[in-house]
Nanobody, 120 residues
């Protein structure tokens, strides 16, 4: 089991930046790939970005590529999401997720979410 706690959400104007953090506790952090999902009002939760256990491989949704950067610190057991050039359509609850890096796995572990609101 791994427990995830997000922080860093808030209200920002369009064009601004925010940095989200997700602190993990419990099982060994390097045993997990990590991801950020978001759920916009009235929409389904979708993946935004992911990073593998070593940080050597990342994925970005087309909507955020070039503006968002995911990173992780395996000493601090934390994954980050740097969000730049924010747009009103980035408004959503952002969730941190983890999946074991070995075997056939899924995003089984979730944080409670943090609200990001981008004003126009």
């Amino acid at each position: 089991q791994v427990q995830l706690v997000e922080s860093g959400g808030g209200l920002v104007q369009a064009g601004g930046s925010l940095r989200l953090s997700c602190a993990a506790s419990g099982r060994t952090f390097i045993m997990y790939d990590m991801a950020w999902f978001r759920r916009a009002p009235g929409k389904e939760r979708v993946i935004v970005t992911s990073i593998n256990w070593s940080g050597g491989s990342t994925y970005y949704a087309d909507s955020v590529r070039g503006r968002f950067t995911i990173s992780r610190d395996n000493v601090k057991n934390t994954v980050y999401l740097q969000m730049n050039s924010l747009k009103p359509e980035d408004t959503a609850v952002y969730y941190c997720a983890a999946r074991p890096r070995v075997g056939v796995t899924s995003w089984d572990y979730w944080g409670q979410g943090t609200q990001v609101t981008v004003s126009s």
